[in-house]
């Protein structure tokens, strides 16, 4: 159980395009979800903080035109990088937030590799 | 944006030989600790966690210990396989009430057959 998805695994686009990438709760429903960028060599950077029904919340220096996010159901949250550059090119890496009667357990998806020519 | 020149520090074990990963945090009031295990290509996968009130807890061939006074968190795997070569981070956590992750820099384990 406990499962995270993310689609696309990868993509290419090109540069001042739109990418759109969804982050899904397989098996059980996530009023939170969590956004991450790494790049190569790096550690995991959170970007935002995803809730069900309200707006995201963003860490500091995260743009928040740039990087929209919108988590419409308990299922799934969505992160669009508008007008991408080619330094937008990263892995990016959401998490659901399992939140039970003892703790709070966060599940990761595979990433998504975003390359912007 | 993305740097060049970066490498991890790197633990090369031999297979069957225990390892050790540390990890220094940097926030006092952190209250929970996650080691992560992730593979190239991949997300991070959830190891073993500890809490604040504790200061050693083990799982199937991990060991956590957490020393609050100098700030150090360590993995110990014990017979360590190829399937555990991967980069493992330390994670923390103010509290279980404030759920944002901060990671830890990484360090990069090479299990030689």
């Known amino acids: 159980g406990a499962v995270v998805s993310q689609h696309p695994s990868w993509v290419i686009c090109k540069s001042g395009t739109s990418v759109k990438i969804e982050c899904r709760s397989l098996?059980?429903?996530?009023?939170?979800m969590f956004w991450y960028r790494q790049f190569p060599k790096q550690s995991l950077m959170l970007m935002a903080t995803?809730?069900?029904?309200?707006?995201?919340?963003?860490e500091q220096g995260v743009e928040k035109d740039k990087f929209l996010i919108n988590h419409a159901s308990l299922t799934l949250s969505t992160l669009t990088v508008t007008s991408a550059h080619p330094e937008d090119s990263s892995f990016y890496i959401c998490?659901?937030?399992?939140?039970?009667?003892?703790?709070?357990?966060?599940?990761f998806g595979p990433g998504t590799r975003l390359t912007v020519l | 944006g993305e740097s060049v020149g970066l490498h991890l520090p790197t633990l090369s074990v031999q297979e069957g030989d225990n390892s050790i990963i540390n990890c220094a945090y940097s926030?006092?009031?952190?209250?929970?600790f996650i080691w992560y295990k992730q593979e190239s290509g991949k997300g991070p996968q959830f190891i073993i966690d500890?809490?604040?009130?504790?200061d050693k807890r083990q799982g199937q061939r991990v060991t956590v210990l957490l020393n609050k006074t100098v700030k150090h968190l360590s993995l110990q795997i014990a017979a360590t396989q190829p399937g555990d070569s991967a980069v493992y981070f330390c994670?923390?956590?103010?509290?279980?009430?404030?759920?944002?992750?901060?990671f830890g820099k990484g360090n990069q384990v090479v299990v030689i057959p």
């Open positions: 098996d059980f429903q996530a009023t939170t």
């Open positions: 926030n006092s009031a952190s209250d929970y």
């Open positions: 998490s659901a937030l399992l939140a039970d009667l003892s703790y709070n357990e966060q599940f």
């Open positions: 994670a923390e956590t103010p509290s279980r009430g404030n759920n944002r992750l901060a």
């Open positions: 995803s809730n069900e029904g309200s707006k995201a919340t963003y």
């Open positions: 500890i809490r604040s009130n504790m």
